[in-house]
């Protein structure tokens, strides 16, 4: 008779509280060096993007907290910075984060246009993720790419002077 083997927990479920995968760390430590060890907290940004991108594209409030551990500094600041910055998300998203900027060059440029093709075509309103868990969209500040308005960020990606078509063509091209 063979017996089932125990199921081990993962630290997380056993402390309750998230703990960085070593290569999380290990990405973190890169930033950290670049400053003085007495301001290592200067990662913060970078260190938030880190363990968002290997928690699927957001950060939980257990993951803010394993961050200022790491980092040695007040988990309050670490949910300032990560509730200021349109780049750290705080609840599940999409496969696909389609970020469009809608300040003023955009908007001179057609962003609500733009906004408009996206909520159709994707039947959802910003701040909202589609129901097959493919796209979450978003309202975001400048991109700093004015000169290519109107301007959306899909993922790592920058696409410039959208159009309906081009925005087509950007969708379907993903996943
Ligand atoms: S205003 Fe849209 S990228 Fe700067």
Same mark, same amino acid.
């Given at each position: 008779?063979?017996?089932?083997?125990?199921?081990?927990?993962?630290?997380?479920?056993?402390?309750?509280?998230?703990?960085?995968?070593?290569?999380?760390?290990?990405?973190?430590?890169?930033?950290?060096?670049?400053?003085?060890?007495?301001?290592? /907290?200067?990662?913060?940004?970078?260190?938030?993007?880190?363990? /968002?991108?290997?928690?699927?594209?957001?950060?939980?409030?257990?993951?803010?907290?394993?961050?200022?551990?790491?980092?040695?500094?007040?988990?309050?600041?670490?949910?300032?910075?990560?509730?200021?910055?349109?780049?750290?998300?705080?609840?599940?998203?999409?496969?696909?984060?389609?970020?469009?900027?809608?300040?003023?060059?955009?908007?001179?440029?057609?962003?609500?246009?733009?906004?408009?093709?996206?909520?159709?075509?994707?039947?959802?309103?910003?701040?909202?993720?589609?129901?097959?868990?493919?796209?979450?969209?978003?309202?975001?500040?400048?991109?700093?790419?004015?000169?290519?308005?109107?301007?959306? /960020?899909?993922?790592?990606?920058?696409?410039?002077?959208?159009?309906?078509?081009?925005?087509?063509?950007?969708?379907?091209?993903?996943?």
């Amino acid at each position: 008779m063979t017996s089932k083997p125990e199921e081990v927990a993962s630290p997380e479920v056993v402390t309750g509280k998230v703990v960085l995968s070593p290569a999380v760390c290990a990405e973190i430590d890169l930033w950290v060096a670049k400053y003085p060890p007495e301001h290592k /907290q200067s990662a913060v940004m970078a260190a938030l993007r880190i363990a /968002q991108d290997d928690n699927g594209g957001w950060l939980s409030a257990a993951h803010l907290d394993a961050v200022a551990e790491y980092l040695s500094m007040p988990a309050t600041t670490v949910s300032e910075v990560a509730t200021f910055y349109s780049m750290y998300d705080l609840a599940p998203v999409g496969r696909h984060k389609v970020c469009v900027c809608t300040n003023i060059s955009c908007m001179l440029r057609g962003s609500d246009e733009v906004m408009a093709h996206l909520t159709n075509r994707l039947g959802i309103e910003a701040g909202e993720t589609t129901a097959d868990g493919r796209f979450t969209l978003k309202e975001v500040e400048c991109l700093g790419a004015c000169v290519g308005a109107p301007a959306m /960020q899909v993922g790592r990606t920058y696409h410039e002077r959208l159009t309906p078509e081009r925005i087509d063509r950007i969708l379907d091209s993903l996943e």
